[in-house]
């Protein structure tokens, strides 16, 4: 629309729109409206929408990813919950231990996590094990255990959600929900996440290209849901002297093709606990919107991913080597 179109055009267009039976999206940008058409176009559709008062241009939306896009929408995204905020100047920091493990150490860690900068904290009460026999998570009694963390300390809880018979539960507990690599293209799950409403963490799939990643995000915001964070946490290589390949060139290529805030994973990304530093750095520098980490008291005695853990000291000396490499970009954190 044109920057001085008035709200009665803007909605004037929405309803023509949606007479054609497309689904009309208004999307507020700083200077500008734009009003997105989505569904199939038939030919003559876009002159029927030129003509409309107050239209500026209709452009097709190029992107098979059509919400998404950075075609639709100009400022980038920022998803908030409780004092975690992704995609603004300051790199979020969302750190935990793989899995909850009791009451008493997501409250202790939480509290030492807290102290040293980070806003967000993770912790798996459902876990989505390569093996059946390996450690499932507490689940219910998990997600109580994180709660009493946040009523602790006013972090914000971000935890893994595998079913979608679960999301209501989940979102019960949790300020934002985790989908997991392995369910990135549980359709059924991502549109429940979808419906839920809340802040969610999309990771990519271990094997999904970055136009299926962009696709699964699109079915959370399809449903209207516009709270979604892109998490690069590696990819299935040849190579095998790192757990996951982490290709942080996806930071920079997401960020050129959407408005949604990207997060790097770099304890799955690398599956050792002594690159996690180093690529935690390039994640910064290369321009994530924030960090996911695993930091245990104990990582020799986690309950799953201790190989890739780092201690809290470690994660406090990481915070301020990153502090300095956000600083050089221009950022904060
Ligand atoms: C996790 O965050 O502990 C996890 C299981 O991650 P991913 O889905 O990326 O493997
Ligand atoms: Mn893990």
């Known amino acids: 629309m044109k920057p001085d179109a008035s709200g009665a055009q803007i909605e004037a267009m929405t309803q023509q729109i949606a007479g054609l039976g497309l689904t009309p999206q208004v999307i507020k940008g700083e200077h500008q409206t734009v009003v997105a058409a989505l569904g199939q176009e038939r030919p003559g559709m876009a002159e029927t929408l030129e003509i409309g008062e107050g239209v500026e241009k209709v452009l097709p939306i190029m992107a098979p990813y059509k919400r998404a896009s950075l075609e639709i929408k100009k400022d980038r995204t920022v998803v908030k919950a409780l004092g975690l905020e992704v995609g603004g100047v300051k790199v979020a920091m969302i750190a935990g231990p793989c899995s909850v493990e009791s009451e008493e150490q997501i409250v202790s860690i939480a509290k030492r996590l807290k102290e040293l900068g980070a ?13 059946p026999y390996s450690f499932q998570g507490h689940k219910e009694k998990g997600l109580q255990m994180l709660a009493a963390a946040r009523e602790a300390t006013g972090l914000a809880i971000v935890t893994e959600v595998m079913a979608p018979e679960h999301v209501p539960m989940v979102a019960e507990y949790a300020d934002v929900l985790q ?7 549980n359709y059924q799950l991502l549109q429940a996440v979808g419906d839920s409403g809340k802040p969610t963490l999309l ?20 449903r209207g849901n516009p709270h979604v964070m892109l998490c690069e946490r590696g990819i299935r290589t ?9 290709p ?12 949604l805030p990207v997060v790097v994973d770099p304890s ?13 750095k390039a994640s910064v520098a290369a321009g994530a919107d ?12 986690a309950a799953s991913d201790g190989a890739q853990t780092i201690t809290p000291a470690a994660f406090g000396q990481l915070m301020t080597d990153c502090r300095r490499v956000a600083e050089a970009v221009d950022r904060t954190m």
């Open 179 to 185: 989908i997991g690599a392995r369910n990135m293209q």
């Open 248 to 259: 942080l060139a996806t930071v920079a290529y997401l960020q050129e093709k959407s408005h």
């Open 119 to 131: 806003t967000g904290l993770r912790g798996g009460a459902f876990k989505p094990r390569t093996s």
């Open 290 to 301: 924030g960090l996911i980490l695993e930091v245990h008291e104990d990582p020799k005695k």
């Open 238 to 246: 040849f190579e095998d002297h790192t757990r996951f390949t982490l």
């Open 268 to 280: 799955h990304g690398t599956g050792k606990s002594s690159l996690v530093a180093s690529m935690s």
């Open 203 to 222: 990771k990519r799939g271990m094997s999904a290209t970055i136009e299926e990643f962009l696709l699964a995000a699109e079915y959370i915001l399809d």
